[in-house]
């Protein structure tokens, strides 16, 4: 350029041309990518995971849903049993007997709890047949001859069995507690009362993916655990969750129990559902850091080759030394390296 205009000075032509040349050279190139990559290893070893490089983030950067089992939102021991009012005539022990064996069978968060109550009596439990769950109610199931329903007020309506006037229950769930109806041949025979309780690592990561743009699906046969009742635990917005119907929460049950085939691992947890929620999170947050750092790098690659330009043609190239040329890569360096680190993975 600077030939064209002054075509006899080809030294001082040369000399923006090394200018140009060297402002221009992307020195955070490689470090760009690598150090949002090393502050996610970081994060991975602390909660107990490890995320496989680039591949990785760039695979799960575009998560937006998670799809967990209720389980994975209320391991054991996060629900308690806070009392049972009984009913009927039928004897208590063998309508807990045949209501555990069905939740062991079923699984689901209860499945814990009714397990913690006859913990004496599990080689024992009568074979279970035919469970179903009935969206949004609960579950049911043929135990010993006898059909359990286990569930909330809407399924025992729903097959006839008489119930308490809805006062008794308003009193009883006070404080955030819930309602679940067991009832053994029609006839009612218990109302547990219980506290689901949300781990504060869950709430945390929960949190900080609706904060990234992720939804979270889950796939429950609990009556409680619902869309409402998990975003109000968990301090989410309600439009951020969704519990799956039975009928799609069946098609997530087969793909579960397929067996995996052989492939590249990209992330790997210790088995908790919080580490799996923390690690994609912190792809999908990395992914955008790398993104800015890259931006960064070239629009300061772009404004020295302009600066140098322009000095060349306002007859200012004393200006530049080499000094203002490291300094102004210094700054870059600062800039590229400090921007993304204040959004943490």
Request: glycine content about 8%.
């Amino acid at each position: 350029m600077l030939l064209f205009i002054q075509p006899h000075n080809v030294s001082r032509a040369w000399t923006a041309f090394a200018a140009a040349t060297c402002i221009s050279v992307p020195i955070m190139n490689m470090l760009s990518v690598n150090l949002p990559l090393s502050r996610i290893s970081r994060v991975a070893a602390q909660c107990g995971g490890m995320v496989i490089g680039f591949p990785a983030v760039q695979y799960f950067a575009d998560t937006n849903a998670v799809l967990v089992d209720a389980q994975d939102l209320f391991p054991k021991g996060s629900i308690i049993l806070n009392g049972i009012k009984t009913f009927g005539s039928m004897q208590m022990d063998d309508a807990i007997v045949d209501s555990a064996a069905l939740m062991h069978a079923a699984g689901g968060p209860l499945s814990s709890l009714f397990g913690q109550i006859i913990r004496s009596r599990q080689e024992a439990m009568p074979k279970v047949e035919n469970i179903q769950y009935e969206d949004g109610m609960g579950i049911s199931g043929w135990v010993g001859g006898r059909r359990v329903f286990i569930g909330n007020r809407r399924l025992m309506v729903h097959h006839n069995v008489t119930l308490p006037d809805e006062s008794i229950e308003t009193r009883y769930v006070q404080g955030g507690k819930q309602i679940a109806y067991l009832a053994v041949s029609g006839e009612l025979v218990a109302m547990f009362i219980v506290t689901y309780r949300a781990d504060r690592h869950r709430t945390v990561e929960l949190q900080r993916m609706e904060d990234n743009g992720i939804s979270l699906i889950v796939r429950s046969n609990d009556a409680n655990v619902t869309a409402p009742f998990i975003a109000a635990l968990f301090g989410l917005d309600a439009h951020t969750v969704r519990v799956l119907p039975e009928r799609l929460g069946q098609v997530y049950e087969s793909i579960e129990k397929q067996p995996e085939k052989a492939t590249n691992a990209l992330i790997g947890t210790n088995g908790r559902p919080s580490t799996m929620m923390r690690l994609i999170t912190a792809c999908v947050r990395q992914r955008a850091n790398i993104s800015i750092a890259v931006v960064l790098q070239n629009v300061g690659a772009i404004l020295g080759f302009v600066l140098v330009a322009f000095l060349c043609c306002q007859q200012g190239m004393q200006q530049i030394s080499t000094l203002n040329m490291v300094l102004y890569e210094l700054f870059w360096v600062l800039v590229i390296w400090l921007v993304p680190k204040l959004r943490k993975p």
